[in-house]
């Protein structure tokens, strides 16, 4: 194409829709994401729960196979509340991997080239910005867990028949609602540390330590102040309280439903404050 | 760069706006920005038409925050701002799809290729995404970085980066384009190189652009208008193509003495004088008077032109001048 000797020309032909153009951060930001070989591992492994789960709602459903194997599957291994319970579980650990692995240089990348300039120069405002990144982390999310999740489901109604689903929709929107909650509270923590950290272990090793080592922090302070409140910090308990509200079964943690869903606007809250803090096309000094 | 032709792609509206076309450049009133309690900006109103506008001033002067200013990084906290006859609060967004800014610190996206890296930014401008890519292709060749296209822009040397950014300003063909600082860093080949990109881009007259710099030749080869800021205040504004037609004719004359009497003499000729000091003039000749009409003059006067020698007002002067003017005054 020679066009090094043609002189500078405006552009004068038409606009694609502003609507929508948050979704191309996104997808060039998910083309970086999935370069990333340990996401990718992350994401493979992710489906292995799955996978298992499939076999078992096959199995309970193939009366030749339950009798070759000679296990009491249906007892053992009862398809319940508590059998999808366990599965968003599951997917929860996996999704956090990929949130890990993924989320860290989402914005942390663009603070370290200094490319925040370049983006909010265009007509894309800082909350598209941040939309067009999260956007990939709930493509990510979703592929870990409510989509997986929902197939299960699907697939014991295609064996079980459309009464089962009917009789148990709570466990079904239960899945749906619970992914939702767990991504956008890992994607936005993710994306907010990502934004106040530039250096990548840095992002990341924060990112690991506000789920892990929150739970400790909370013991330790309910230990030396003797109040119930450290469990707040336990973003385990936290979700799982959710979760268990969702799917209509009894809590076995002190956080009750309500007070981890304030926990959970909250953190939210705080992490959306990090990022309009630090989402900016420039640095004010001194 | 190759012009596009009109309705390519998922198009739902044109990108010019005719209220635009006839719009001064940049036109401010009482423009003031405050960062806590010091104000980066006071007060600046000006308007300005020219193809090529130098913003020019000392480090902290407030150059670089009009420029963010006007790109809607900053939210005014006094006046009003319109560029290209979009007003830079309510208008924002149309504003944007019709700049360019090439920022004066390294900026890109360093895991990406250049042609992925402007292609995205072209996208992000409204570009169809077909459109983005021909044209991210066709703005690395225009500056030269044809042949590295496919390298990661992190892995660039300094001059190249230069390139990439202003590869990434142009490809959505703006018609304006901000560009702060962009000869830094750059060594004497690149720098002309670059110089003459931004001169061609200027001379095909479909582009404006403003430059930001603290190097007053380069804004000297380059622009036609300058806007001299100091301490957030504006000091001058200047047409650079307007003085350099009438300073085609001004002169420095010394004389022995009677340089009041010559004065008057002289203006009575039609010419434009000034007393610059004790036996020192500043006269700006009009195209029927010559020399020799002034040594006449002298002449009749008995007075003795002890020196003459043709003078023009450098963008140094000019600048120069305008730091040594208190805040407000021109």
């Known amino acids: 194409m020679a066009v090094f000797d043609q002189g500078y020309r405006v552009y004068r032909g038409a606009l694609t829709p502003a609507a929508g153009r948050f979704l191309i951060l996104a997808r060039y930001a998910l083309r970086v994401a999935v370069k990333s070989r340990r996401t990718l591992v992350f994401l493979v492994l992710s489906g292995m729960v799955p996978l298992i789960a499939a076999i078992i709602i096959y199995l309970h459903h193939n009366a030749e196979a339950i009798a070759i194997l000679r296990i009491p599957i249906a007892e053992i291994l009862p398809i319940d509340g508590k059998f999808f319970l366990w599965l968003l579980r599951g997917q929860g650990i996996a999704a956090f991997m990929v949130f890990l692995s993924a989320g860290s240089t989402l914005i942390s990348a663009d603070l370290r080239d200094n490319a925040l300039p370049l983006y909010l120069s265009r007509p894309i405002s800082r909350g598209e910005y941040v939309l067009g990144k999260l956007v990939v982390l709930l493509i990510l999310g979703s592929a870990v867990t409510w989509v997986p999740l929902l197939l299960l489901f699907s697939l014991q109604t295609s064996l079980q028949g459309f009464s089962w689903a009917f009789d148990h929709l709570r466990w079904g929107v239960g899945l749906f609602v619970g992914s939702w909650v767990l991504m956008i509270l890992l994607g936005l923590v993710g994306l907010a540390i990502s934004a106040a950290l530039r250096a990548k272990a840095a992002a990341e090793a924060v990112f690991a330590g506000f789920f892990l080592l929150t739970p400790l922090l909370g013991k330790v302070i309910d230990e030396t102040l003797r109040t119930d409140w450290g469990v707040l910090l336990n973003f385990v308990a936290v979700l799982d309280s959710i979760w268990l509200g969702l799917f209509g079964l009894k809590a076995s943690s002190d956080v009750s439903a309500m007070t981890a869903w304030c926990v959970v606007i909250a953190f939210g809250l705080m992490a959306a404050w990090v990022l309009h803090r630090r989402i900016r096309a420039y640095e004010v000094v001194g | ?330």
Not at chain 2, 112 to 136: D, I, N, Q
Not at chain 2, 151 to 166: H, P
Not at chain 2, 205 to 210: D, K, P, Q, W
Not at chain 2, 215 to 241: A, F, H, Q
Request: hydrophobic residues 40%.
């Open chain 2, 1 to 330: 760069m190759q012009v596009e032709t009109e309705g390519e792609g998922e198009a739902n509206r044109p990108v010019q706006a005719a209220s635009s076309d006839a719009a001064p450049l940049i036109e401010t009133e009482g423009l003031g920005v405050r960062f806590g309690k010091t104000w980066a900006l006071q007060d600046v109103s000006v308007k300005l038409q020219g193809k090529a506008v130098g913003l020019l001033g000392p480090n902290g002067a407030g150059k670089t925050t009009l420029v963010h200013t006007l790109l809607g990084f900053h939210r005014p906290d006094r006046g009003s701002a319109k560029v290209l006859g979009y007003d830079i609060v309510r208008q924002g967004h149309d504003l944007k799809a019709r700049v360019g800014y090439m920022p004066e610190r390294d900026s890109f996206v360093s895991e990406m290729t250049a042609v992925h890296f402007v292609r995205l930014m072209g996208e992000l401008s409204g570009l169809p995404p077909r459109v983005a890519l021909e044209r991210a292709h066709e703005a690395l060749f225009f500056v030269g970085l044809g042949e590295s296209r496919y390298r990661k822009v992190g892995t660039y040397s300094l001059g190249m980066k230069q390139m990439a950014k202003l590869a990434q300003a142009l490809v959505h063909g703006p018609r304006l384009i901000f560009l702060d600082e962009p000869t830094n860093g750059l060594d004497p080949r690149g720098r002309q190189r670059m110089l003459d990109l931004i001169t061609s881009i200027r001379d095909r007259g479909e582009a404006r652009i403003v430059i930001s710099s603290h190097l007053l030749r380069d804004v000297e080869s380059v622009c036609d208008e300058v806007l001299v800021l100091k301490e957030g205040r504006v000091v001058s504004c200047r047409n650079l193509e307007e003085e350099r037609r009438s300073n085609r004719s001004f002169l420095e004359i010394e004389v022995r003495d009677g340089e009041g009497s010559f004065a008057e003499a002289v203006a009575a000729l039609g010419c434009e004088v000034a007393v610059q000091g004790r036996r020192r003039l500043k006269v700006v000749l009009p195209a029927d008077v010559t020399v020799g009409d002034l040594y006449a003059v002298a002449h009749e006067r008995r007075t003795q032109i002890r020196r003459l020698i043709f003078k023009r007002d450098s963008l140094e002067d000019i600048f120069l001048r305008a730091m040594e003017v208190d805040h407000g005054g021109l």
